[in-house]
C-alpha cells in the first residue's frame, strides 16, 4: 500500500482517461516478461521489465500507468530514478514532471493467475505440464505489465519473452528471433504490432501442441497469404479436428474480404484453445484465445459444431471491428460486440455448410438479450459507462445479443450494400484508431441517405423490448400493434420495424405450415399498421406469426387462437426462424408467469421432436426441465415430471439410434433426474449400457455422458465417493476432473457438503490454496445440484458475506462465487402473485441493497438480478393459470 490513497484505487474513471488522452500520447510499449521459472509451481510472481516512449502536450504535468502486480522494483522516468515507495502503489504508479518527449523504464514482479484474468497459469493433470495463457478484456493487461489501461492510448507493442527452449512462446506478432539464452533457456521477440490497445495484447507460453496450415490472400483486396496455426494441450492433440478448424478459418478469411474490401492488417492468425478459459474467447490481434471446451473430447452434436464456428468467425470479425477500429471508450463497446454477434452468425450462415446458425441466434443469443432486458439494471445498447468495474459489467446480453439483433434489423432498414459500403469506409477513414457512436452513424447516413439521428436514438438510447401484437378482425383483416416503454425513464418509445408476418395453417399430415406471407414496415412514432395481402381461413386451426424471419428485436404476443395452435400441432418451417420465434415466445411468457409452466412441459412433450434443428431441440428440452423445477407449482412437478420423463424415455427409442436430437434428450433426462428418486432406475440402466441397449440404441456413453450420468446419481446416493475416485483415477484429465468436483460436491452429505460451501466461500481448498476459477464454478454447480434447500440454509451467511467476497478475490472469481451459492429455488408464500415481493427471501436481499447503497454497483448488479430471477419464479408458481 502506497501513502497516497490514489495509487491504491484500481478504479479508472472516464473522465480521468479522456483527461489522460488529451495529454499523452504513446508511440510504443517495450516489453519482457520472464517466464524461464514458471514450471516451478512454488513462484508465485514472474519479471516484468516495461518500457514506454510517450509525449506530453504539458511539460510538468503529471500522469499515472495502471498497474496491478505484486511489486515495483524500480521507475526510471528520462533517466531519473523515482522513489518506488512515493510513486507506486497497488493499482497505479505516478509519473511526475513530465518533459515533452518521455522514457519511462519499470522492473516489477507480477502474479501467475488461478482466475482467468492476467497471466493463467495451469497444470495439466494427466502430465503435469504447464500452460500459461494471457486474458486481459476490459483491463486486466495491468495485471502483468504497467501501462495506461484505457482503449484510446494505442501503440506499438515491442514483446519480448523467456522460456524454456521446448515451449511454444507467441504473441501478437510473429517471431523475428529466438536466442538462447541459458541451457534450456530461450528468448524470442516478436515484430511490433500495429497501433494496438492494451486489452488486446496477449501472450502464450508452454509445451503447446502445434498445426500449421495457409489463407492463400485474397486478390481483389491485395490481402497477402496468411500463416495459420491452431495451438491446444498435448493431452488434448488426439480430439483436435483440424481439417474442420482450418477449413472453418479459411472460409471466414475470404468470406470477411468479400464483405469488407480491406485486406487483414494483423499478418498471422493463430487460434489457441486455453484451458479454464472465462470466455468462449477473446479476439487478440494475431493470436486468437478459445476456451478448450471447443475442443470436442466427448462426442459433439451438429449444434456444438455450429457454435463453435460461430465463435469462430465472431472473433474473426472483431479483426476489422474492435482491432482496426476500436471504440473510444467502453460507453460505445456495442460498434465491436454487436457487429461482431452479427457478422459471426451471418458468416456462418454464408460461407460453411453448417446449419442453424441463424435459428440458434433467434432462440439462444436473442433469448439471452431479452433475459437481460428484462431487469431493472437494462441499459441502452450505448451504454452510460463511468469506469472499469461498469464496463466489465457491460459484457452482456444487451450489448452483444441484444445490439446484433438490431444490427441485423439495421441491415435489413438500410439494405446490404449501403450498409458494408459504410462499413467500408469507416475501416478505411478510422484504421488504427478509435471512433465512436456518431462516427459511424454519420458513414452511414452518407451512404444510405437515411437519418440514422431518429433510427439511433429510437435504438440504440432507449432500453426495454417492444412487443409487437397480432389481432384479427371478425372481418379477417389483420393489425400489427407495438406496445414499448422504456423502463429506466417510462416513456414510450415507438421503435421502426422492417419485419414479414406470416400464416400458418394445417397441412393434410396435421401440421402448421406457412401459406401466406406479408412484409410489413412499422414506421418510426407508429402504433399499429393494418397488414396486407394477408389470408385468414375461418373455423380452422392457424397461426399468425410475427417476425417470421427474425428481422427485428421484440417480443411476440400470440393471439388466443395461435396460442392454441401453436401447442396443439407442430410448426414446420425447416428454413426460416419461425419455430424458434415461437418456442422463444412460450417460453418468455413462461418467465413472465403469462403462460403456464405446466402447459409449456405438455406442449414441449408432445411436439419436441418435431423439431429438427438439433440446437433448439435440445434447448426447447432443458427449458422444459426448468420449467418443472423452477417454475411449475410444487404440486404439480411430480406429475410433471412422469409426463416428460416418459416422452423422454419413448425419444431415446423413436429417434434415430445415435443422433444428435437422442443425446439432447439423454442430457434432458438426466438432468431431470436431479434429486427425482423415481428416475433412479433409468438413470443406472442408461450409465450400465452401451449402444446396444434397447433403452438408447446407439447412445455413446462416453466422459461427458458418463460423468452427467454419475453426477445425479451421487445426488440421489445411488453411487458414493469410492466409485467416484475410481472413475477419476481411470480417465484422470482435466475435463473430467471439473466433472468430478461437481459430482462430489452432489453428495448429500451435509458434513461434507457444508465443507465444500466454505471452501467456495472462502475461494481456497481444505489445504488453504486458492481455487481456480474452474474448480471453483465445478464445486459450486455440484452443491446446486441436489437438495434444493441446501444452499438456502447457508443464505443469510452468503448475504453476510456479500463485501467479504467482492473485496477478498478478483471481480470473476466474486461474481462466480455469489452466482454459484446464490439459492435460486423457493417456495412461494401463501397469498397468490401479488404478495410475492414479501417473500423471506426477497425480504433478506431487499434489507441488504438497503443497507449497502454504498456497495460496488457491479456487486449491486449481481443481487438486484438475482433477486428478480427469483421473484419471476416465485409468481409463476403462485400464479393460477
Not at 61 to 78: I, R
Not at 169 to 181: I, Y
Not at 689 to 698: I, N, Q, V
Request: with cysteine.
Amino acid at each position: 500500500m502506497s501513502n497516497t490513497p490514489l495509487l491504491d484505487d484500481a478504479r479508472l474513471t472516464r473522465n480521468e482517461a479522456n483527461a489522460r488522452s488529451e495529454l499523452i500520447e504513446i508511440a510504443s510499449y517495450h516489453l519482457e516478461l520472464d517466464l524461464r521459472d514458471a514450471m516451478d509451481l512454488e513462484r508465485a510472481t514472474y519479471p516484468v521489465t516495461t518500457t514506454l516512449h510517450f509525449t506530453s502536450t504539458t511539460a510538468g504535468a503529471d500522469t499515472f500507468l495502471n498497474y496491478m502486480g505484486h511489486t515495483v522494483e524500480s521507475v526510471v522516468l528520462n533517466g531519473e530514478s523515482l522513489d518506488v515507495d512515493q510513486v507506486a502503489g497497488s493499482a497505479r504508479i505516478l509519473l511526475p514532471g513530465l518533459a515533452e518527449q518521455n522514457t519511462v523504464v519499470i522492473r516489477s514482479q507480477s502474479y501467475y493467475s488461478h482466475s482467468g484474468e492476467g497471466l493463467h497459469r495451469f497444470v495439466d493433470p494427466v502430465d503435469g505440464q504447464v500452460y500459461l495463457y494471457s486474458q486481459f478484456e476490459p483491463a486486466d493487461a495491468r495485471r502483468v505489465y504497467p501501462n495506461m489501461e484505457q482503449p484510446d492510448l494505442k501503440a506499438a507493442f515491442h514483446v519480448t519473452m523467456i522460456g524454456p527452449d521446448t515451449w511454444t512462446l507467441a504473441s501478437n506478432g510473429v517471431e523475428t528471433d529466438r536466442e538462447q539464452l541459458t541451457e534450456g533457456i530461450a528468448q524470442v521477440q516478436f515484430a511490433p504490432t500495429k497501433p494496438t490497445s492494451t486489452y488486446l495484447t496477449t501472450f502464450l507460453a508452454g509445451p503447446y501442441a502445434q498445426f500449421a496450415d495457409t489463407w492463400n490472400g485474397h486478390e481483389e483486396t491485395g490481402a497477402a497469404p496468411v500463416d495459420l496455426r491452431i495451438f491446444t494441450r498435448q493431452s488434448l492433440v488426439e480430439y483436435v479436428d483440424v481439417a474442420e478448424l482450418f477449413d472453418q478459418t479459411q472460409r471466414g478469411l475470404t468470406w470477411f474480404h468479400d464483405q469488407f474490401q480491406v485486406a487483414y492488417p494483423w499478418g498471422k492468425y493463430d487460434q489457441a484453445f486455453v484451458p479454464e478459459y472465462n470466455l468462449g474467447a477473446m479476439e487478440n490481434p494475431g493470436l486468437v484465445t478459445f476456451n478448450e471446451a471447443y475442443i470436442f473430447t466427448s462426442r459433439a452434436t451438429i449444434s456444438q459444431h455450429t457454435s463453435r464456428a460461430t465463435t469462430i468467425m465472431h472473433e474473426m470479425c472483431h479483426m476489422w471491428f474492435g482491432n482496426l477500429v476500436t471504440m473510444k471508450w467502453w460507453d460505445d463497446l456495442w460498434l465491436k460486440e454487436s457487429f461482431a454477434d452479427f457478422f459471426g452468425s451471418k458468416a456462418v450462415a454464408d460461407a460453411t455448410n453448417l446449419p442453424g446458425a441463424w435459428q440458434s441466434f433467434a432462440h439462444q443469443r436473442k433469448a439471452w438479450a431479452y433475459l437481460q432486458d428484462s431487469y431493472p439494471t437494462t441499459h441502452p445498447i450505448v451504454a452510460d459507462i463511468v469506469d472499469l468495474e461498469a464496463a466489465r459489467q457491460n459484457f452482456d446480453g444487451i450489448t452483444y445479443a441484444k445490439g446484433a439483433a438490431v444490427i441485423k434489423q439495421l441491415f435489413h432498414y438500410v439494405g446490404e450494400a449501403a450498409f458494408l459500403q459504410a462499413c467500408q469506409t469507416y475501416f478505411e477513414r478510422f484504421a488504427f484508431g478509435t471512433a465512436e457512436l456518431p462516427d459511424f452513424l454519420e458513414i452511414l447516413e452518407e451512404v444510405s441517405n437515411r437519418d440514422m439521428h431518429e433510427w439511433s436514438a429510437a435504438w440504440l438510447q432507449t432500453s426495454g423490448p417492444a412487443t409487437l401484437h397480432a389481432t384479427v378482425e371478425p372481418t379477417g383483416a389483420v393489425t400489427i400493434r407495438q406496445d414499448s416503454t422504456d423502463p429506466l425513464t417510462g416513456e414510450t418509445v415507438l421503435r421502426p420495424h422492417h419485419i414479414f408476418v406470416s400464416i400458418f395453417t394445417l397441412d393434410d399430415n396435421d401440421q402448421l405450415v406457412s401459406s401466406s406471407e406479408s412484409e410489413v414496415i412499422i414506421p418510426t412514432g407508429e402504433t399499429s399498421v393494418i397488414v396486407e395481402d394477408l389470408t385468414i381461413p375461418a373455423e380452422q386451426p392457424r397461426v399468425v406469426l410475427v417476425n417470421h424471419h427474425d428481422q427485428t428485436y421484440a417480443q411476440v404476443a400470440f393471439d388466443q387462437a395461435s396460442l392454441e395452435a401453436v401447442t396443439t400441432y407442430p410448426v414446420i418451417d425447416p428454413h426460416s426462424t419461425a419455430i424458434a420465434t415461437v418456442w422463444s415466445t412460450l417460453w418468455t411468457m413462461v418467465r413472465n408467469a403469462t403462460f403456464s409452466a405446466t402447459s409449456f412441459v405438455r406442449a414441449a412433450a408432445k411436439l419436441a421432436n418435431s423439431i429438427d434443428d438439433v440446437s433448439m431441440h435440445d434447448r426447447v428440452l432443458q427449458q422444459a426441465v426448468a420449467g418443472i423445477k423452477e417454475f411449475a407449482p410444487e404440486g404439480q412437478r411430480k406429475r410433471l415430471t412422469k409426463i416428460l420423463s416418459t416422452a423422454l424415455m419413448d425419444g431415446l427409442v423413436q429417434l434415430e439410434p445415435g443422433s444428435d436430437r437422442q443425446r439432447s434428450v439423454a442430457r434432458a433426462l438426466a438432468i431431470l433426474s436431479q434429486d427425482t428418486v423415481s428416475l433412479a432406475a433409468e438413470i443406472t440402466f442408461l450409465l450400465a449400457g452401451d449402444e446396444t441397449s434397447e433403452l438408447s440404441p446407439g447412445l455413446q456413453i462416453d466422459d461427458e455422458m458418463k460423468w452427467l450420468l454419475l453426477s445425479r446419481l451421487a445426488s440421489l446416493e445411488r453411487i458414493d465417493m469410492i466409485r467416484l475416485d475410481d472413475e477419476l483415477t481411470a480417465a484422470h484429465t482435466a475435463t473430467n476432473e471439473l466433472y468430478y468436483r461437481t459430482a462430489v460436491a452432489a453428495l448429500p452429505d451435509q458434513a461434507h457438503r457444508t465443507a465444500l460451501w466454505v471452501q467456495v466461500y472462502n475461494g481456497v481448498d481444505a489445504e488453504g490454496t486458492p481455487l481456480s476459477n474452474a474448480h471453483l464454478t465445478a464445486t459450486a454447480l455440484g452443491l446446486s445440484a441436489s437438495q434444493p434447500g441446501f444452499l438456502a440454509e447457508h443464505f443469510q451467511a452468503l448475504l453476510e458475506g456479500l463485501m467479504f467476497i467482492w473485496e477478498s478475490r478478483s471481480n470473476n472469481l466474486a461474481t462466480r462465487t455469489i452466482n454459484g451459492l446464490f439459492p435460486m429455488n423457493h417456495k412461494p408464500i401463501k397469498g397468490g402473485p401479488a404478495v410475492q415481493e414479501k417473500h423471506p427471501v426477497v425480504v433478506s436481499i431487499d434489507a441488504w441493497l438497503a443497507q449497502y447503497t454504498d456497495a460496488p454497483a457491479a456487486l449491486q448488479r449481481i443481487v438486484v438480478e438475482r433477486r428478480t430471477d427469483i421473484v419471476n419464479r416465485l409468481v409463476a408458481q403462485a400464479t393460477k393459470f
